[in-house]
Antibody, heavy 121, light 107 residues
Framework: EVQLLESGGGLEQPGGSLRLSCAAS????????MTWVRQAPGKGLEWVSG????????YYADSVKGRCTISRDNSRNTLYLQMNSLRAEDTAIYYC??????????????WGKGTTVTVSS | EIVLTQSPATLSLSPGERATLSCRAS??????LAWYLQKPGQAPRLLIY???NRATGIPARFSGSGSATDFTLTISSLEPEDFAVYYC?????????FGGGTKVEIK
């Protein structure tokens, strides 16, 4: 079964850092681009960041550019999101998601259950 | 960035009725548009990608159409499990963007 399991969320103060992880199983992780999407409480979906299958190409939303770094370890089947200089507006559920094809379409067909990040003093 | 505007914000329909959801892009996204469904407390689920391709396991009552800046998701006959929030997403330009969502509620 294809599965994604996020971890690393929690309560952090403004200005702090968190590292989110997403453990993948049930598919050839190294063959697929991966994406982080977040959802603030009661709000819609916001695309955060994407990374190509080999990790060579990374992409960011303007709202996190310069503060977040996406990376992956294909030997560990794990995706990461390093979040620095956290702000209250980063408070959200963070989902990791798998590309629908091996061609780098950046449409997401498998999603994790999400990990909650709360930024508050 | 490309802004996706979904309408209506809320659609009130009965089971068995036809639902038509709209997604308009601020500039052409060619055919690079997807639709997702999200139920409360759950992760989104991919329905349609590249305008009209159904994702694996998605029933035929879901169909997508459109091009450039105007796109439509049609649900031919609403089932009880279809009442949810629907989002469109473009992959034509970075950054990727989602629309604000359309809630399909039971009338």
């Amino acid at each position: 079964e294809v599965q994604l399991l996020e971890s690393g969320g929690g309560l952090e103060q403004p200005g702090g850092s968190l590292r989110l992880s997403c453990a993948a199983s049930g598919f050839t992780f190294s063959g697929y681009a991966m994406t982080w999407v977040r959802q603030a409480p009661g709000k819609g979906l916001e695309w955060v960041s994407g990374i190509s299958s080999g990790g060579d190409y990374t992409y960011y939303a303007d709202s996190v550019k310069g503060r977040c770094t996406i990376s992956r370890d294909n030997s560990r089947n794990t995706l990461y999101l390093q979040m620095n200089s956290l702000r209250a507006e980063d408070t959200a559920i963070y989902y990791c998601a798998k590309d629908v094809t091996t061609l780098g379409y950046y449409y997401m067909d498998v999603w994790g259950k999400g990990t909650t990040v709360t930024v508050s003093s | 960035e490309i802004v996706l505007t979904q309408s209506p914000a809320t659609l009130s329909l009965s089971p068995g009725e036809r639902a038509t959801l709209s997604c308009r892009a601020s500039q052409s996204v060619s055919s690079y548009l997807a639709w997702y469904l999200q139920k409360p407390g759950q992760a989104p689920r991919l329905l349609i990608y590249d305008t009209s391709n159904r994702a694996t396991g998605i029933p035929a009552r879901f169909s997508g159409s459109g091009s450039a800046t105007d796109f439509t998701l049609t649900i031919s006959s609403l089932e009880p499990e279809d009442f949810a929030v629907y989002y469109c997403q473009q992959r034509s330009n970075w950054p990727l963007t989602f629309g604000g969502g359309t809630k399909v509620e039971i009338k």
